[in-house]
């Protein structure tokens, strides 16, 4: 008796402790109402409306629809991630949602084709490349936009977006290419990063020189090596040339024996250590 009443005690304690530490994850999925809902959105609050989106992630609500529709278009992304997310556990909306967001991509409202991207990456289905892969090409919108569409085909995930991924890496602006980076890294079975090379180095937005070089190193992408070498000793920014060590190390090659010695002397800790690691990986 004295054994089960402490187990009693103890689950009783872990389970406070979890309300306590994380009541959002306590209570994902639980108790959600359309009223919370509206009283979240009213309060203007990102983090209180998207704990109330989770809490209605089993909700089944007719009242819910028409609030959590106005959230999809709502000024900050994660909002509008978190609400296609909700619809995304709803599969007769979410088709019907699916076909009406990719209508939009095709539309000349830049704001609802930013916004028709961030559904349809939140739905993550293939179907969807096609017309994500057109809107990320369209000059016509404005770089966010593009980015958005770019964004949406790494969350899918799926191959067949590396073409669209590789020409947004040749984008005018900054954002594309980040994004065509962040996204090139999440797709499945993916292999190689011939694209990133040419951004080793030579990109004017730091994020960018930095992005590419862990790409690089992440896939081993030998055609960057040159490349790679001269932003490990030349960059002017210590994180970038960190990366380009790291991914030297990652390569392998011999040859960059003499730039990873130099680069032990670099005046960043930082480098210097990621410098030592990568020849020790060469050796």
Request: proline share 4%.
């Amino acid at each position: 008796m004295k054994s089960n009443s402490r187990k009693s005690g103890l689950l009783s304690f872990v389970v406070a402790a979890v309300l306590v530490i994380a009541p959002n994850v306590a209570l994902a999925g639980r108790g959600g109402s359309a009223s919370r809902i509206k009283n979240a959105v009213r309060s203007g609050s990102v983090d209180s409306i998207i704990a109330e989106i989770e809490r209605a992630e089993r909700l089944l609500c007719s009242g819910c629809v028409e609030p959590m529709l106005a959230l999809l278009d709502n000024t900050d992304y994660r909002v509008r991630q978190a609400a296609g997310w909700w619809f995304a556990r709803r599969p007769a909306r979410k088709r019907a949602l699916s076909d009406s967001a990719m209508a939009t991509l095709a539309g000349d409202d830049d704001t609802a084709v930013r916004n028709a991207a961030d559904v349809l990456g939140s739905f993550r289905h293939p179907r969807a490349l096609a017309a994500l892969a057109t809107a990320a090409r369209r000059m016509d919108l404005s770089p966010e936009t593009r980015a958005h569409a770019v964004r949406a085909l790494g969350r899918i995930r799926h191959i067949d977006a590396d073409p669209t991924l590789a020409a947004a890496m040749t984008d005018a602006s900054p954002e594309v290419k980040l994004e065509a980076l962040r996204a090139w890294g999440k797709i499945l079975r993916q292999q190689g990063a011939a694209p990133a090379a040419a951004l080793v180095g030579s990109a004017e937005d730091v994020r960018v020189r930095r992005k590419a070089a862990a790409v690089c190193g992440t896939y081993r992408e030998t055609s960057a090596r040159s490349a790679l070498e001269d932003q490990v000793l030349t960059d002017p920014d210590p994180a970038a040339r960190r990366n380009a060590a790291w991914a030297l190390g990652r390569i392998g090659d011999a040859a960059s024996e003499s730039a990873l010695e130099s680069a032990t002397h670099d005046p960043s800790s930082l480098v210097r250590t990621t410098a030592e690691i990568a020849l020790g990986n060469l050796r």
